[in-house]
């Protein structure tokens, strides 16, 4: 058990839907991170907190955002969701320094059909 | 631009062979992190390895760091059943490189049979 809670594990919807996928890190760790995985793109780096404000972007598209609450939670927002979406979206967490380990959740798989 | 490439990409293999993975990339990395994903579970870290040449071993595997920190690469004695799943690795481009974020490779998914 890494200790990154992700929920909910399961999610089909339509596209042009909006959907909410949360994280709860570590317990102490302060940076989440969120990629997403498909069979031909790999683990892709979306975007990264670090407590509570925005550290890094990668490849995420316009119509996802992030955010990070006090609590250290983070959730990510995917709107107007198109077929290309579906894929496995993983938070990950760490303590936040540049060599620290990652933590992943088990992930969210997202279906839009 | 994938900058870190693995290979082979697929590897199906019978249990008590040795195999190697490969993790290569035209970038310099700070250090190189090997992770295992299992069905349904997210990535696990296996090993960092940081100093150039440097080998660390974990039972079974053994990872290795180029000389000049550009690749990486994974050998696995005597496989097991219990092996299989996919091996990433990830690259960090250091306190330097402008981002924390790692930069992974698309992975090397390992079937040993029974």
């Known amino acids: 058990d890494s200790g990154v809670t992700q929920t909910p594990k399961h999610l089909i919807t339509a596209t042009g839907q909006r959907v909410t996928l949360r994280c709860s890190p570590r317990?102490?760790?302060?940076?989440v991170y969120w990629y997403q995985q498909s069979l031909d793109q790999g683990l892709q780096f979306l975007i990264q907190y670090y407590n509570g404000e925005e550290r890094a972007k990668g490849n995420i598209l316009e119509r996802f955002s992030a955010q990070q609450f006090p609590d250290l939670h983070s959730e990510l927002n995917l709107s107007s969701l198109e077929l290309g979406d579906s894929a496995l979206y993983f938070c990950?967490?760490?303590?936040?320094?540049?060599?620290?380990?990652?933590?992943f959740g088990n992930g969210t798989r997202l279906t839009v059909t | 631009t994938q900058l870190l490439e693995q290979s082979p990409q697929f590897l199906s293999i019978q249990e008590g062979e040795n195999l190697t993975v490969y993790c290569n990339s035209s970038?310099?990395?700070?250090?190189l992190q090997w992770y295992r994903q299992e069905p349904g579970e997210g990535p696990v870290l296996l090993v960092t390895?940081?100093?150039?040449?440097e080998v660390k071993k974990l039972k079974r595997l053994t990872f290795q760091f180029g000389d000049a920190r550009k690749d990486s690469s994974l050998h696995i004695t005597a496989a097991q059943p219990g092996d299989t799943g996919l091996y990433l690795c990830?690259?960090?481009?250091?306190?330097?490189?402008?981002?924390?974020?790692?930069?992974f490779g698309k992975g090397m998914k390992l079937t040993v049979n029974p």
């Open positions: 317990s102490g760790d302060l940076s």
């Open positions: 970038s310099v990395f700070s250090s």
């Open positions: 990950a967490s760490s303590v936040g320094g540049w060599n620290s380990p990652l933590h």
């Open positions: 990830a690259g960090a481009r250091g306190p330097g490189g402008g981002s924390e974020k790692l930069v």
């Open positions: 390895v940081v100093t150039g040449g």
